[in-house]
């Protein structure tokens, strides 16, 4: 079945290093792949997607691309600011059903001043 | 705005009672779905739905039990609450055809 593999966390940083959170997906079909970001005490926002091989998905400074020859999915960002303090998640849609979700654990990413 | 709501926001019951979550949708979309977030684990999908009258099963169902009556609600139920359901509970939408979820803001279920 379909899986998603996060690097293992979690991630401390100061603010302005450079963010990678590594993402590899495993899927029988074409899917679809998401990052979402999950606030403390809040519910899952989407942050970026891509929806085919190549595409690159962008927002707020982050930046993912699709790399289907290593079925991965990396989050990246320049610089990063305390207020990115947050879990991110990896995901995929498989293309058989809208909306099914498969997601990686969570990374936890901390920025200190 | 439209929004998604969960109720209650917290709770804590009794190993065998029976517990309903509540998720209520203004954005008039088609599907819903229920999410259960463990450490080490992300969210697992426990059921879904893609309209009225419509519920599926998803990778983790056992205990749980869905209705969709209406489109705007799709209460989750466990029919006698487990301590491995402790939990925190995410119901999210999207509209039809749309692989992009709007979340609740999450519902932690303690059974003790």
């Known amino acids: 079945g379909d899986s998603v593999t996060q690097m293992e966390g979690p991630v401390t940083l100061s603010e302005e290093a450079f963010l990678t959170i590594n993402c590899t997906y495993t899927a029988t079909g074409y899917p679809s792949l998401f990052w979402y970001v999950q606030y403390p005490g809040e519910g899952l926002q989407l942050l970026l997607k891509?929806?085919?091989?190549?595409d690159k998905g962008s927002n707020k400074g982050f930046e993912a691309t699709y790399r289907k020859e290593t079925t991965s999915f990396h989050l990246e960002k320049g610089s990063v600011q305390v207020s990115d303090s947050a879990v991110y998640f990896c995901a995929l849609n498989g293309g058989t059903s809208y909306g099914k979700l498969t997601f990686g654990q969570g990374t936890i990413l901390t920025v200190h001043p | 705005d439209a929004e998604i709501t969960q109720s209650p926001r917290h709770k804590i019951t009794e190993t065998g009672r029976q517990v309903t979550l509540a998720c209520h949708q203004t954005?008039?979309?088609?599907?819903m779905f229920w999410y259960r977030q463990d450490l080490g684990h992300g969210l697992r999908l426990i059921h879904y739905?893609?309209?009225?009258?419509?519920?599926n099963k998803g990778e983790v169902s056992d205990g749980y039990s869905v209705s969709r009556s209406n489109t705007e609600d799709l209460p989750l139920t466990l029919e006698s609450a487990a301590s491995s359901q402790t939990s925190v509970y995410f119901c999210?939408?999207?509209?039809?055809?749309?692989?992009?979820?709007?979340f609740g803001a999450g519902s932690r279920l303690t059974v003790l």
């Open positions: 954005w008039n979309h088609n599907n």
């Open positions: 739905s893609y309209g009225v009258q419509d519920t």
């Open positions: 999210a939408s999207s509209p039809q055809g749309s692989n992009v979820l709007t």
């Open positions: 891509a929806t085919k091989a190549d």
